[in-house]
């Protein structure tokens, strides 16, 4: 009876022991669409769909872009009661949408 036990033990690890345990792969989707703010002044913020997202010259593309998500959006400058840029866009999956405030705006 012991060695039936011992048999059975044994052939019930190496059953358990076939089974492979399933793997998961986990995949990166595709990147945030960004968006970045050439030619604003000093002082200017950014609005997104109408939140600030802060000064619009900190999102120069260069050194920092804002992620923002797919779609169509409705980005604002604004400096002060001034409106230096409105412009809708729509953001594409991993693209960089550059919008660029008129020099004449600027003033």
Do not use: N, W
């Not at 012991?2 to 793997?23: F, H, R, S």
């Not at 989707?29 to 619009?56: H, I, K, T």
């Not at 866009?89 to 660029?100: H, L, Q």
């Amino acid at each position: 009876m012991a060695m039936m036990k011992t048999i059975l033990a044994a052939a019930l690890a190496a059953a358990v022991a076939g089974c492979a345990l399933p793997t998961t792969t986990v995949k990166a989707g595709a990147s945030r669409p960004a968006l970045s703010v050439q030619g604003a002044p000093a002082g200017a913020v950014l609005y997104v769909d109408g939140m600030s997202m802060g000064e619009a010259g900190t999102y120069d593309g260069v050194k920092q872009k804002l992620l923002i998500e797919e779609g169509a959006h409705r980005v604002e400058v604004r400096q002060g009661q001034a409106v230096l840029l409105t412009q809708q866009i729509f953001a594409g999956s991993g693209e960089t949408t550059t919008v660029t405030v008129s020099a004449e705006a600027a003033k």
